[in-house]
């Protein structure tokens, strides 16, 4: 079965920092790019971090220089470390896996001003 399990949301104030975790079933996780993605209220979709299976890392503009996308390929598991968070970061965010047209259930994230 293929699972994808985000983690690691919360509220916190702005200026905060907080780590999001997915983990996923190997057979999607394993030589596939993996990508972290939010939907804010009433907005599209929107790519925020992808890497790939050698590690190669692109973001998006808005959030380069303040969040780290990482991964460990013996936990079937991809990391998005966010700092310096601001209001507009509230979403809910969700992994996928290049491999699998698949969702998680997605994990909130909510910064207060």
């Known amino acids: 079965q293929v699972q994808l399990v985000e983690s690691g949301g919360g509220l916190v104030q702005a200026g905060g920092s907080l780590r999001l975790s997915c983990a996923a079933s190997?057979?999607?996780?394993?030589?596939?790019?993996m990508g972290w993605y939010r939907q804010a209220p009433r907005r599209q979709r929107e790519l925020v971090a992808a890497?790939?299976?050698?590690?190669?890392?692109n973001y998006a503009d808005s959030v380069k220089g303040r969040f780290t996308i990482s991964r460990d390929n013996a936990k079937n598991t991809v990391y998005l470390q966010m700092n310096s968070l601001k209001p507009e970061d509230t979403a809910v965010y969700y992994c996928?896996?290049?491999?699998?047209?698949?969702w998680g259930q997605g994990t909130q994230v909510t910064v207060s001003s």
């Open positions: 190997r057979s999607i996780f394993s030589g596939n790019t």
């Open positions: 890497i790939s299976s050698g590690g190669f890392s």
């Open positions: 996928k896996s290049g491999g699998s047209p698949n």
